[in-house]
């Protein structure tokens, strides 16, 4: 049972402001936010003054590797992870082993959170090519989407025959997410590059020439036409080059969009320059590619982008260590992805408000989450409070990901990350966890 909380002197980052005042938390809930709060009953105080308080951070894309990948991560460690970094709420992708391909499988994921999350979950169903009937049966109000792959990944989750593509588009009746890249560009060019450099030393910056700018834009356009064609709610992910940007719209509020756009922190972040430094370890799907991040940026400032998330995807240090050829792609990012952004903030690109905005209150628009993203009476209590007078140095002693590595090793952020509150549980203290009480499956405004 979670203790009453009562969060003192915090300068709250909410809704486009910023003001000093006090948060009341009873039975899991807000339950009073005002400039000054006294009681007259038993409450643990958090002293937050000189301390900004934000929504949690809300990840709309992750992968935690459970079950059947255990040697890379578990929904524990991962969940564990991003509650150190002010992440309160993931969304999980469906490319596990075995695929979560049917409603028997995705229920044994959300059997697994309920016991070891640290952290409010949600998980993505999974589309193949032959399990239309069992993607149909998802109940909207308990699950965040229909996870469409089109473009490799594991498993029997390659999406490429257009006549079922065209069939979900038309009558999946919930959000639709997507990765987008053109199967065939991409293979075309591995097997281009491969017979040109199997053997020889391999350009730095290989992947982003394989996995290039074309195969992103020929897939996304191709899933935009067909959400305008069946008014279909599309969630378009990890959005990483500038061709993509004017596929959506910036002209209406996100509240009326049904074609939304999703980047992620490490497109912000790296550039294909940085290949040269850390090789497979960006190593990502779709890549990263040379001089796009300050377009990315600007379409994330002027809402051609809504979220921005993580797509943390950890593998080990010894998978990691293969020739590029055979090394997996994806990297661990939860952990860091607020502090990230918060270095933005100190280089003056981004707002408190707006990072709030596109980590929390956005995410809860976007998937339509029942009482979260937001810090507002009533609702669950999923807060993150962060120094900005404090640093944090990424060091493997410090990470938490069960693979133990960080593509952020080295580098030295400008903030520190110091609580976090999961449903008014105060699970992170200061380098310290309460593990004793669980995260909540959350929940859709959604008939």
């Not at 067909?226 to 008014?231: I, S, T, V």
């Not at 960006?282 to 379409?299: G, S, T, V, W, Y």
């Not at 990297?331 to 905005?357: C, N, T, W």
């Amino acid at each position: 049972m979670s203790k009453d909380l009562l969060i003192k002197g915090g300068q709250i980052v909410n809704e486009g402001k910023i003001e000093v005042a006090d948060i009341l938390i009873r039975n899991g809930r807000i339950e009073r936010i005002a400039p000054s709060i006294n009681v007259d009953f038993e409450v643990k105080e958090i002293n937050a003054e000189g301390k900004h308080v934000l929504p949690g951070v809300i990840d709309d894309q992750v992968h935690f590797r459970e079950p059947g990948l255990t040697h890379k991560a578990n929904i524990y460690t991962e969940a564990r992870a991003g509650v150190a970094g002010g992440t309160t709420t993931f969304m999980e992708m469906p490319n596990t082993v075995p695929n979560a391909l049917t409603q028997e499988l995705l229920q044994d994921k959300y059997d697994i959170a309920a016991n070891s999350a640290l952290a409010n979950y949600s998980f993505y169903m999974g589309a193949s090519n032959d399990n239309y009937e069992e993607a149909m049966k998802t109940d909207l109000t308990k699950i965040c989407g229909l996870k469409i792959f089109m473009g490799s990944s594991t498993g029997n989750m390659l999406v490429d025959n257009e006549t079922v593509l065209s069939k979900l588009f038309s009558a999946f009746p919930g959000l639709i997410a997507t990765h987008c890249e053109d199967e065939a560009t991409v293979r075309n060019n591995f097997e281009k590059y491969k017979a040109i450099y199997d053997g020889k030393d391999v350009p730095y910056d290989i992947h982003a020439i394989i996995r290039n700018e074309e195969g992103c834009f020929i897939s996304s356009e191709m899933a935009v036409s067909l959400a305008k064609k069946y008014k279909t709610r599309l969630h378009i992910l990890h959005i990483s080059s500038s061709e993509e940007i004017n596929l959506f719209d910036n002209k209406m509020p996100l509240e009326q969009k049904r074609i939304t756009a999703e980047v992620c922190v490490h497109h912000l972040w790296f550039d294909a320059e940085d290949y040269r430094e850390k090789g497979n370890l960006i190593k990502c799907n779709p890549a990263i590619k040379h001089d796009h991040r300050e377009n990315l940026f600007q379409a994330l400032l002027d809402d051609h982008f809504d979220v921005i998330a993580t797509d943390h995807a950890p593998h080990q240090w010894e998978e990691k260590q293969k020739p590029y050829w055979e090394a997996p792609s994806g990297l661990p990012l939860i952990q860091h992805s607020l502090l990230a952004m918060l270095d933005f903030y100190k280089q003056g690109k981004i707002s408190l408000e707006r990072i709030v905005e596109k980590m929390a209150h956005a995410p809860a628009i976007c998937f339509e989450i029942k009482e979260r993203g937001y810090l507002r009476e009533g609702y669950w209590a999923d807060i993150a409070i962060v120094d900005l007078n404090n640093s944090t140095t990424v060091e493997k002693e410090n990470v938490l990901f069960k693979c133990g590595w960080s593509p952020f090793e080295g580098h030295t952020f400008g903030s520190q990350v110091t609580d976090t509150i999961v449903s008014g549980h105060h699970v992170y203290s200061n380098g310290s966890f309460d593990g004793s009480v669980k995260g909540k499956r959350i929940l859709f405004n959604r008939k």
